[in-house]
């Protein structure tokens, strides 16, 4: 184990919601190699806790809890913060899918937005003064052009979107008003790759939404093959640029944001990306080249609502704090790659974790 001692004033006890998540259940192995404390707070609406044992051993520490529970339950959420001295919170509790949050907007607005208030006032009961919130480049919207800095202004077009850009209006606003509290808001554009351990990495449920697992599923033989949505973009080879994020890249910078929270107030706002744009094709490539096998495809039509090109202007981050990705698109291909294939059907099958019920 990689063990680093956290920075003198860091927080030491950090309460991660959405800790066996995707991001979360990375973000809860860097917290651990870097001798942080971490709490899980999780209803596993789109997770299993099995994850947790996985962080545990890629880490060769324990989670202090996992709390299996809603954090809009303010009762159970509180009995948490009760129970333990919390110096920071790491946010990522939401809901994620944008066309679901199309069928389903009153869902998306309740658990994002009512699971962000409900946080706030567990944290304020107990006062709590850092957090880091889980924003996202979809807060943009069709803004089109080059690489979008922070100032570029917010036109979310889905619910998702717009529950994220709620959550940033209410987080500034208590700021105003909560003057100790202080708030990193990142927007993070593609977050995607896996552990290179390949003990975790991203298990959607059901048909996967987003393009690297759908890849990764073709490689591995669970589905037939991608569908490449639109080859008439205005982009070099027709199809959609974003900008992907090595997962591991993405939960450095949250370990950097709570050093930096140490002793700040009020609330700021970064991008988080590479800065570098790839195409549907390139990702297509760059996933064959790490398989070694052809990824079959066929170019159908637009996603609705997608847009051609989204690539961060990612420098305010990098000027403020130093923070980099260090991780290419081979990486990102190659360890989802090893992810999908240590786990072709995900993590289904690996071994229960017994979690505290509230
Ligand atoms: P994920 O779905 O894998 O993880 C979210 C976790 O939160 C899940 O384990 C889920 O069970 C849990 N959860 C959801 N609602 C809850 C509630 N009310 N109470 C307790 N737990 C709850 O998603 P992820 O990809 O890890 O994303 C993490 C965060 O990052 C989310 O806030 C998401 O909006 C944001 N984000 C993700 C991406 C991306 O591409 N993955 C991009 C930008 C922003
Ligand atoms: C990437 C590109 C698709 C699947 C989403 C959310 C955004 C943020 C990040 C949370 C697009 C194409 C995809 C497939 C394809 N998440 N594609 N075939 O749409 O950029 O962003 O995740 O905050 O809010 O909207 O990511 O991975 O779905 O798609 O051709 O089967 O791949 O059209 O151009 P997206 P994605």
Redesign the pocket.
């Known amino acids: 184990m990689n063990h680093i001692p956290r920075n003198a004033g860091a927080p030491a006890t950090v309460l991660v919601t959405g800790g066996a998540g995707f991001i979360g259940s990375h973000a809860c192995v860097d917290l651990l190699d870097h001798g942080y404390e971490v709490i899980v707070v999780d209803d596993h609406s789109n997770s299993t806790p099995q994850v947790l044992n996985r962080v545990e051993r890629i880490a060769g520490r324990f989670v202090g809890a996992v709390y299996e529970l809603d954090i809009r339950d303010r009762r159970a959420l509180s009995a948490v913060f009760d129970r333990h001295r919390v110096d920071a919170v790491v946010h990522f509790a939401a809901h994620?899918a944008?066309g679901e949050s199309t069928r389903m907007p009153v869902e998306y607005y309740d658990n994002n937005l009512g699971g962000t208030t409900s946080l706030l006032a567990a944290m304020r009961d107990h006062d709590v003064r850092r957090l880091v919130f889980s924003s996202?480049?979809?807060v943009y919207g069709d803004a089109g052009g080059g690489p979008l800095d922070e100032s570029a202004p917010a036109r979310p077009t889905n619910p998702?979107?717009a529950s994220?850009w709620l959550c940033e209006r209410v987080l500034a606003d208590v700021c105003r008003h909560w003057t100790c509290l202080a708030v990193l808001c990142l927007r993070?554009?593609?977050p995607t790759g896996a552990h290179p351990s390949g003990l975790l990495g991203e298990d959607p449920n059901g048909e996967?939404?987003?393009?690297?697992p759908?890849v990764a599923q073709v490689a591995v033989g669970r589905r037939k093959r991608?569908?490449?949505?639109?080859g008439d973009y205005p982009t070099p080879d027709g199809?959609?640029v974003?900008d992907y994020l090595h997962v591991m890249d993405t939960v450095e910078a949250h370990r950097i944001a709570l050093d930096r929270l140490s002793g700040s107030r009020g609330m700021r706002v970064f991008n988080l990306g590479s800065g570098q744009g790839s195409s549907?094709l390139d990702v297509v490539a760059a996933f064959s080249a790490a398989c070694g096998r052809p990824i079959p495809y066929d170019v159908v039509e637009r996603?609705p609502g997608?847009v051609p090109e989204?690539v961060a202007d990612a420098r305010a981050v990098g000027r403020a704090w130093g923070w980099r990705p260090t991780r290419d698109l081979a990486a990102m291909c190659r360890d989802a790659w090893h992810f999908q294939q240590l786990n072709p059907h995900g993590y289904a099958g690996s071994a229960r974790r017994p979690s505290i019920k509230e």
């Open positions: 994620k944008v996202s480049c979809s998702y979107a994220k993070y554009f593609n996967p939404d987003n393009l690297m759908y991608l569908r490449v949505f639109g199809t959609a974003r549907v996603r997608d989204l």
